[in-house]
């Protein structure tokens, strides 16, 4: 497992994962390339008086870039967060965040030294009144705007090097929704040409961490919303189950009684709009997803092709993955053979692991499964069984 711990060491010390702060959403930290907020604790950037950071030159990987992708400079995730900025905060001790002002995970406190422990914990294990919370966080964080960070609606190139900033706010929950979207979105290449063979999220040793990380965020800021700072996100355990246990209206909304791709209108989940399922109307406008509402969450679980995935994963299966060895391997795609990644992620058989990518396996399969929103990797952040879902993955 060295692979996984060197690749989240590598995540959790980068500034940024896709996300912009709203601080730094502007034409003169653009031009300067120069993302070092004040803190407010002290008014110093990253908090330097308080020896909490400092602004310094970003560190990126000297590793070579592998064959999948065959370009350079043309991809604004390229090299993160270099095209727009290259002088970020670097915060010590257990400091972390865009200008230090917070704990690392898993720690608390005014000087971030008390060590404090979260559990994760099974839907179905939830109370009632915990369930019920839980649900009405995520309506809140669907319904309160982001304090501190905003979404780009266009490139690096688009926003004229910097000199024309374009950025807009957006809520709590579509910020994640968002930049799940923009780390798996395909490369634009100028006229109408496209590079769809390319996602920054999936299909590599990445994967895994990327997605911890990302979850871990998403927990940070329903806290921060909420004040509720035991906060976890909540697990379903789909090994062995027959059918979405979770598509209730109990809990993450039943089947409509005459459209079964639609939500239940008994769920305030029915209400919800998406966002940036578009992929190919982006593409061809060679533009950025920009938050529009597209519609309501679409979901119709079991309908899937069941050529592809005939059924839900079993206790078996995820035990096989769980017993193999070698966090990556060969290639590092989704062609691995071996791979626990690859395996677990769902473009391996999860009874040979050897690759197989006419099947969707494990992670892949709860995906596909859902036969909706979820079942769109670009999107698939939008229907809040993806929180349940990756969670237990994680």
């Known amino acids: 497992m060295s692979l996984f711990a060197m690749g989240f060491l590598l995540v959790i010390l980068q500034p940024s994962t896709g996300q912009f702060p709203k601080a730094c959403a502007n034409m003169q930290s653009l031009l300067r390339k120069e993302c070092c907020p004040p803190w407010d604790g002290d008014g110093s950037p990253c908090g330097e008086l308080s020896s909490r950071g400092s602004c310094q030159n970003i560190l990126l990987s ?16 390229e090299d993160w967060p270099s095209v727009f900025y290259n002088r970020t905060c670097k915060c010590e001790g257990n400091f972390m965040g865009f200008n ?14 008390e060590r404090q422990l979260r559990t994760r914990r099974n839907i179905f294990q939830l109370t009632t009144s915990e369930k019920d919370k839980f649900l009405a966080y ?68 990445g994967f895994l961490p990327w997605h911890r990380v990302f979850l871990l965020m998403w927990e940070r800021e329903i806290q921060k919303i909420t004040g509720d700072e035991n906060f976890t996100i909540p697990y379903w355990d789909w090994r062995d ?14 089947r409509h009684p005459t459209n079964p791709n639609l939500l239940s209108p008994a769920s305030f989940f029915s209400s919800w709009q998406v966002i940036c399922t578009r992929s190919e109307e982006y593409n061809s406008q060679q533009a950025l997803c920009n938050a529009t ?39 590092m795609d989704k062609m691995a053979n071996y791979s626990f990644r690859n395996t677990l992620e ?16 494990l992670h892949n399969a709860l995906h596909i499964y859902m036969n909706g ?16 879902h990756h969670a237990f993955v994680d």
């Not at 002002?101 to 720690?107: A, D, I, L, S, T």
């Not at 688009?158 to 490369?187: C, E, K």
């Not at 189950?241 to 039943?254: F, I, K, L, P, R």
Request: glycine content about 10%; hydrophobic content about 30%; charged content about 15%.
């Open 100 to 113: 230090c002002g917070e704990c690392k995970f898993g720690f608390s406190g005014p000087n971030c030294t």
């Open 373 to 388: 929103s979820m079942s769109q990797v670009q999107g698939s952040a939008n229907d809040p069984i993806f929180v349940l």
């Open 62 to 77: 000297q590793a070579p870039l592998g064959p999948q992708f065959p370009f350079s400079g043309v991809d604004d995730r």
């Open 138 to 205: 995520l309506n809140l964080a669907k319904n309160t705007p982001s304090q501190d960070y905003v979404i780009a609606t266009g490139t690096y190139t688009q926003m004229s090097n910097g000199s024309n900033p374009m950025f807009r706010n957006i809520n709590v929950y579509d910020l994640f929704v968002w930049m799940h979207y923009y780390a798996s979105r395909d490369t634009l290449l100028g006229g109408s040409n496209v590079w769809r063979d390319i996602d920054f999220a999936h299909e590599a040793p």
């Open 293 to 331: 509402s597209e519609g309501p969450i679409l979901r119709n679980p079991g309908n899937n092709d069941k050529s592809r995935t005939p059924r839900l994963p079993s206790s078996a299966e995820v035990e096989f993955c769980l017993s193999l060895t070698q966090y990556e391997s060969g290639s």
């Open 241 to 254: 189950a027959e059918d979405c246990v979770v598509c209730t209206d109990e809990y993450m909304g039943g």
């Open 346 to 361: 769902g473009f391996a058989d999860p009874q040979t692991a050897i690759s197989n990518i006419s099947q969707s396996g």
